[in-house]
């Protein structure tokens, strides 16, 4: 069974460009969460998508966006990026809510400059 | 009250001890708690898991104690190898969907 893909791995931005992130689970698997990962504030939850829809929320600005679509596969959009948005971005699958038996991606990169 | 405070930050062990890494939570909400290893440039790893119902689980050279009164989790490793020097999170969630909650993590080394 194939594991979680995540593209790109690395990514370069300027200050004020968006960036689009994609993720696709592990077949089969319905849910998909988003979280950041950076020396300072460690990991972080963004959001969570089952079926389509938003289910769970983080703290994160409105800039940080995301969606699911029919095939499970999520994509994450940060908006007017920031300096301090460079951070690794990780996309976790798993087959059912609660954040049980979550599997990883390698995540993307992102440096904001 | 959804923190997860991880210690120690970091540790050094040598080959074939053992490593201790502890966590504690206060969110009484949550009911499944992981721990996750990192190597770097890859994502986390998912290692091994416990839910409250039981006091300690064990799979291979990696056990997980618990200790619901307390609200505290452990990770042991036994036989530590230098394969196994990487980042350890431990993790909790509850009842609020896919939200794991994660400690501030420990950079373990094992010296050969």
């Known amino acids: 069974k194939a594991g979680v893909t995540q593209t790109p791995r690395y990514l370069i931005k300027t200050r004020g460009q968006q960036v689009t992130l994609s993720c696709s689970p592990i077949?089969?698997?319905?849910?998909v969460s988003w979280y950041q990962q950076t020396p300072g504030q460690g990991l972080q939850f963004l959001f969570e998508y089952f079926s389509e829809t938003q289910r769970n929320k983080g703290n994160f600005p409105g800039r940080f966006s995301g969606r699911q679509f029919s095939n499970s596969r999520s994509e994450m959009n940060v908006s007017t990026l920031e300096l301090g948005d460079s951070a690794l971005y990780l996309c976790?699958?798993?087959?059912?809510?609660?954040?049980?038996?979550?599997?990883f991606g390698q995540g993307t990169r992102l440096t904001v400059v | 009250q959804q923190q997860v405070k991880q210690s120690p930050q970091s540790l050094i062990v040598q080959k074939g001890g053992i490593s201790i890494i502890n966590c504690a939570y206060e969110n009484t909400a949550f009911d499944y708690f992981p721990w996750y290893q990192q190597f770097p440039g890859k994502g986390p790893a998912l290692l091994i898991a416990?839910?409250?119902?039981?006091s300690e689980k064990k799979e291979g050279r990696f056990t997980i104690s618990f200790n619901k009164s307390a609200k505290q989790f452990s990770l042991h490793i036994m036989d530590s190898q230098p394969g196994d020097s990487a980042t350890y999170f431990c993790a909790a969630s509850g009842n609020s969907g896919s939200r794991l909650t994660f400690g501030e993590g420990t950079q373990l080394t094992v010296n050969p």
């Open positions: 976790a699958s798993s087959s059912t809510r609660g954040g049980t038996e979550a599997f």
């Open positions: 077949s089969g698997h319905r849910s």
């Open positions: 416990i839910r409250p119902d039981v």
